[in-house]
């Protein structure tokens, strides 16, 4: 048996968590595989809306397996506010979710150490979440940090350290902070953490794929945001690409199956980087009233644009995309006009790929597409599609040379058509 990989192949915010729970039924297993409380996966399902962080996007659909790889940050007090808000909904998690020993666990002081970098930065910030991300994942790589399994462990002699050393760095850079509260919480999730499954779940996972079992890897954030790949600096500080789900589960690249690609039929992106086809006129301003362009847990307001192909293309071809997924595209339902960015024009002249350094000065370059100009949040069939709509796919799937399999015309699980089922 092989893994399939859902992933975001924009700035973050695809909508990876509603595909995730319509995916879920088909699947034994859902797993994450990077990123940490900086994602908000939003679900609605029966009139209800559900925001998730740290937990994967399976855990609403009966008796799956819910899995936190070694390749995740966690934040012991952020998960106790999260898995008992499920819990008093309902939703009993204890025997459904697993967490990997190897995940890191981010302290109160790496967000504050973030809080500070972030100070020092200036103008130069990068608009990161404030979850303390980019500190663990340089505690993990520079062989500083503590995991899960430390907490079962000599826990209090390690964390001791750990804080006297973050707490030295923020000497250094005049941060100023009170920690009590924080790390009261903080010290209750981690007695909150000690009630799960704590567990090698690489061993766990290749033991389901020789029993046959089907496991789904979710994704956070974006291709774009990618930490090698994206548009760094302005990244977040994991591997979002295919290959992270490798290092992030212990899942071989042999054993990687279907890639799911999912984005936007617009673009998004929060926080600050580089963004060449985002509008700053009153289309733009549409595109974010109508798609409820807000961040899912920090209200921060999204920036919003066309399509970028060059961008997508990249994120297919890193990622080994073999099925597209496309989202939000209700919300282009009023536009007269449908704009994609084909090429950029960087100094006068046109090119087709995504340089290395995505300068203030780069230009888009728009293919003009009809608007579809109908109602289609109501659909349940391909068969009802408009022509423009089926024009625009058609224009997409060629652009990216990958099928598009599933089109999502709202945020309820019920509103997503599969196509290319027969
Ligand atoms: P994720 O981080 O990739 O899981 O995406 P988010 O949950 O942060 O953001 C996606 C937002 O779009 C959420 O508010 C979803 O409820 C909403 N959403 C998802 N799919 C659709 C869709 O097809 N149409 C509309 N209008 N909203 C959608
Ligand atoms: P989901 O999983 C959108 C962005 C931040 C910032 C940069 C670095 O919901 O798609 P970090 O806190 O990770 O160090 O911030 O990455 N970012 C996201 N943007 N969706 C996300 O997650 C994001 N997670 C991080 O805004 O620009
Ligand atoms: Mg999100």
Redo the contacts with the bound molecule.
């Keep these: 048996m092989k893994v399939d990989v859902l992933l975001g192949l924009q700035w973050?915010?695809?909508?990876?968590?509603k595909v995730v729970d319509v995916l879920t039924p088909g699947y034994d297993v859902i797993a994450r595989f990077q990123g940490g409380p900086n994602?908000?996966?939003?679900l609605e399902f029966e009139g209800q809306k559900y925001?998730l962080r740290s937990i994967p996007s399976g855990i609403f659909q009966g008796d799956k397996l819910n899995i936190i790889g070694n390749g995740v940050v966690l934040d012991p007090a952020l998960f106790k506010a999260e898995a008992e808000a499920l819990e008093a909904s309902g939703h009993s998690l204890k025997e459904r979710l697993h967490i990997s020993k190897k995940a890191h666990l981010i302290l109160p002081t790496h967000r504050l150490l973030d809080a500070a970098y972030e100070a020092a930065k200036g103008d130069a910030k990068v608009g990161t979440t404030g979850k303390g991300i980019g500190p663990t994942y340089t505690d993990k790589v520079s062989r500083n940090g503590i995991r899960v399994g430390d907490i079962l462990h000599g826990f209090e002699r390690k964390y001791a350290v750990a804080k006297a050393r973050h707490e030295q760095i923020l000497k250094s850079l005049n941060y100023e902070y009170d920690l009590t509260e924080q790390e009261k919480a903080w010290m209750e999730g981690v007695e909150y953490l000690k009630q799960f499954s704590l567990v090698d779940s690489e061993h766990e996972i290749n033991n389901f794929l020789r029993e046959e079992k089907s496991v789904l890897c979710e994704g956070?954030?974006g291709t774009m945001l990618d930490i090698d790949f994206g548009s760094y600096p302005f990244v977040t500080s994991s591997n979002t690409v295919c290959a992270g789900a490798c290092t992030g589960l212990g899942v071989a690249p042999n054993r990687i199956g279907e890639v799911y690609g999912i984005f936007k039929a617009y673009c998004t992106r929060v926080g600050a980087g580089p963004f060449p086809t985002e509008l700053f006129d009153e289309t733009g301003d549409k595109m974010c009233t109508l798609g409820h362009e807000f961040?899912?847990?920090t209200g921060r307001k999204r920036r919003c644009g066309w399509i970028d192909l060059v961008a997508l293309k990249y994120s297919v071809m890193v990622n080994g995309v073999t099925k597209l997924i496309m989202m939000k595209s209700d919300v282009l339902d009023t536009f007269q006009t449908i704009k994609a960015c084909v090429a950029y024009r960087l100094n006068g002249e046109e090119i087709d790929y995504f340089p290395y350094d995505i300068e203030e000065n780069l230009e888009p370059v728009y293919a003009e597409l009809p608007g579809w100009m109908t109602d289609m949040t109501k659909m349940k069939s391909e068969d009802e599609f408009p022509e423009e709509f089926n024009a625009y796919l058609t224009f997409l799937e060629e652009q990216l040379g990958v099928e598009i399999k599933i089109v999502s015309v709202g945020p309820d699980r019920e509103q997503t058509i599969e196509r290319y089922t027969e």
């Excluded at 973050?12 to 968590?17: H, I, L, N, P, Q």
């Excluded at 994602?39 to 939003?42: I, L, N, P, S």
Aim: charged share 20%; no cysteine.
């Design positions: 973050g915010d695809e909508g990876k968590g994602a908000g996966h939003t925001v956070a954030q961040g899912s847990v």
